[in-house]
């Protein structure tokens, strides 16, 4: 199963540290697979602005340089313009995940206003709902979409795929949102965790990918996909960069309102929980790359 080559060229990147923070519990979805409300057990735990100015600062001294916002929905915390700002005020980058549901009530006004600087990244993990005279379809079982068409807004697509993705479904998705949503950003992650045997790091799920199946998925895709937007991979330990050196150490930490810590997002599922984190360690027993890191690819001209 050789690399396309040929037909892509890749993006090299740098890994920064980066603090994922989840800013509530609240919803408008039951996601399967969804393990945040086993982190945060009321629908009403939020992070307060003070504690969440409290967590930058710390992560500043400890060298971050990038801010996840996640939930939960984080666009239903009441105070998601602050936490940003504080971001902003302390000079790190902010990327919020979100469901894409609420995206459709702001307008490109309210963005450039709140969230210039600031990375949208709309999850999905199903195929897209037909479209009819121009008109995105009710399909229920997708998620995230329906109020893109009508903001404006700017967002880059993280399709989560399962064991439960084909080939066709990915292409699908690719093109609609390419050509409906001129979306630059095509992010290939997966739902939950990929499959582990000896259980080193998760509770497997029905919805788990095996991750020789993840490599096969994601190779056919690229073989066949062609438009334009950039494709960003997660690693997931069958990926490899041809321009970037593999590195082991953690880049990557985690915070749940109420000082709950844990360092690796492969761990979240467990819930274990720690005193604190530290970038630029290697905590786990990983030889090669830390698996949450990613490629990406850009089809040559």
Request: charged fraction near 35%; avoid cysteine; glycine fraction near 6%.
């Given at each position: 199963m050789l690399f396309p080559w040929d037909k892509y060229e890749e993006i090299k990147t740098r890994r920064c540290n980066t603090l994922q923070v989840f800013i509530t519990r609240r919803c408008n979805l039951r996601c399967v697979g969804c393990f945040a409300k086993n982190m945060?057990?009321?629908?009403?735990?939020?992070?307060?602005?003070?504690?969440?100015?409290?967590?930058?600062?710390?992560?500043?001294?400890?060298?971050?340089?990038?801010?996840?916002?996640?939930?939960?929905?984080?666009?239903?915390?009441?105070?998601l313009e602050d936490l940003i700002q504080i971001n902003r005020d302390n000079g790190l980058r902010t990327t919020v995940y979100t469901n894409g549901h609420h995206i459709q009530h702001w307008d490109k006004d309210f963005y450039h206003k709140s969230f210039k600087d600031t990375t949208v990244r709309v999850s999905v993990n199903s195929r897209l709902p037909i479209y009819s005279d121009g008109k995105l379809g009710q399909s229920k079982c997708v998620k995230g979409l329906r109020g893109l068409g009508v903001s404006g807004v700017p967002v880059e697509i993280c399709f989560m795929v399962s064991s439960r993705t084909t080939e066709e479904e990915l292409l699908c998705a690719a093109a609609e949102i390419e050509n409906h949503f001129n979306c630059k950003v095509f992010f290939i992650s997966s739902l939950r965790e990929?499959?582990?045997?000896?259980?080193?790091?998760?509770?497997?799920?029905?919805?788990?990918?095996?991750?020789?199946?993840?490599?096969?998925?994601?190779?056919?895709?690229?073989?066949?996909?062609?438009?334009?937007?950039?494709?960003?991979?997660?690693?997931?330990?069958?990926?490899e960069s041809t321009t970037t050196l593999a590195e082991n150490k953690c880049r990557f930490a985690n915070y749940i309102p109420g000082g709950k810590i844990i360092q690796c997002p492969y761990d979240l599922v467990n819930l274990k929980y720690q005193d604190d984190y530290e970038f630029g360690v290697r905590h786990c027993q990983h030889n090669n790359t830390c698996l949450m890191s990613k490629i990406v690819v850009k089809r040559r001209v």
């Open positions: 945060m057990k009321s629908d009403d735990d939020e992070i307060s602005v003070a504690e969440y100015r409290e967590v930058i600062e710390n992560l500043v001294k400890k060298g971050g340089e990038k801010v996840n916002l996640l939930g939960g929905e984080p666009a239903l915390h009441t105070f990929l499959d582990n045997p000896r259980k080193e790091f998760f509770d497997d799920t029905i919805l788990s990918m095996p991750v020789i199946r993840y490599k096969e998925l994601v190779h056919n895709f690229l073989i066949d996909y062609d438009g334009d937007m950039e494709i960003h991979i997660s690693k997931r330990g069958v990926f």
